[in-house]
């Protein structure tokens, strides 16, 4: 996927939990999707995540180790589930839940 800069609601680094191992990489926000871009080695190719914010149910906080708060688990209506690791974690679901407030809005005409 190509991602228009003016599509960024916001950005940062992430650290996704996948089953076998972690990817790290950039994590985007825009308007309708949350977009990581992450790459699990240097010869690997980049493995793209995206998540339609319309298809999220639930958005839970984790703890890595079970002491640092810093985990957004986004749980989706079909029950996938997809896990990361974030700094400033109350300010991702904040902008995240503002994003999925708007689409669930109806646009004023």
Avoid: C, Q
């Avoid at 190509?2 to 990817?23: E, F, Q, S, T």
């Avoid at 999707?33 to 319309?54: A, C, M, N, Q, R």
């Avoid at 749980?75 to 896990?83: E, G, S, T």
Wanted: cysteine-free; aromatic content about 6%.
């Amino acid at each position: 996927m190509r991602l228009d800069k003016g599509d960024i609601v916001r950005a940062g680094h992430a650290h996704m939990r996948r089953p076998m191992r972690g990817v790290e990489g950039p994590l985007y926000l825009t308007r309708t999707t949350l977009f990581h871009e992450g790459s699990v080695g240097p010869y690997i190719e980049s493995v793209e995540t995206i998540i339609d914010l319309k298809d999220i149910k639930e958005i839970k906080t984790k703890n890595s180790m079970g002491v640092i708060p810093n985990v957004v688990k986004i749980i989706m209506k079909n029950n996938d589930v997809f896990k990361f690791s974030v700094f400033k974690r109350e300010d991702w679901i904040t902008a995240i839940n503002k994003m999925r407030n708007e689409l669930s809005t109806p646009a004023d005409d």
